[in-house]
């Protein structure tokens, strides 16, 4: 045999209850009840106007923190990446070359070109020129693409004395600076240092 829910026993269940609230409210029966609501109109009223001002301030406050908190994540986001240290990029190998170059020693300063010319090569090669050495990716490069390319080329002329002549061939402090700056310029044009 199947339950059912009997109807009027729910309704009167209801309707008891109501009696009770008002009751309780408005000491008497549910005709009580409709009378006391029409006494109470005007708390009611003020009572709900408040929380309609306060929902639309809660709204408004939400708005405006949802407002600041994202432009906070778009300010954070929107930077260029930084090193950890907030120190700017420094090639290490660019630091080498600049200790050759400040020493004191003639056979110093032919390092510092070498070295330099190392990292020429490296970067050519990252930019995607192709060649058995360097001298053969510096031809496949178009002087419209590389603004230093006459740069490049003076340098790497010098380092091929250095690396051909050996310690017969004799730099000055003077021409290993101007060829340093040669690389320098080349690197600089690429953010390479």
């Known amino acids: ?107 110093d300063w032919r390092l510092a070109v070498i070295e330099a010319d190392n990292m020429l090569d490296q970067m050519v090669k990252k930019l995607g020129y192709e060649g058995q050495d360097l001298g053969d990716r510096l031809k496949a490069v178009e002087s419209s693409d590389f603004e230093s390319l006459q740069s490049a080329w003076e340098a790497h002329k010098v380092r091929n004395q250095i690396v051909h002549e050996g310690s017969g061939f004799q730099i000055t402090k003077f021409d290993a600076d101007r060829v340093i700056k040669l690389y320098e310029n080349v690197f600089r044009e690429f953010d390479f240092i």
């Open 1 to 107: 045999m199947g339950q059912y829910i009997n109807l009027e026993y729910f309704f009167y269940k209801i309707y008891q209850l109501i009696s009770w609230v008002s009751g309780l409210l408005f000491g008497g029966s549910l005709s009580n009840f409709s009378s006391g609501l029409t006494g109470y109109s005007g708390f009611f009223k003020i009572f709900f106007e408040f929380l309609v001002v306060l929902f639309l301030v809660g709204i408004i406050y939400c708005s405006v923190r949802i407002y600041e908190v994202r432009k906070a994540e778009k300010e954070k986001y929107d930077k260029a990446p930084v090193a950890i240290d907030d120190k700017p990029y420094v090639n290490q190998q660019w630091e080498v070359v600049l200790e050759y170059l400040n020493s004191d020693e003639p056979s």
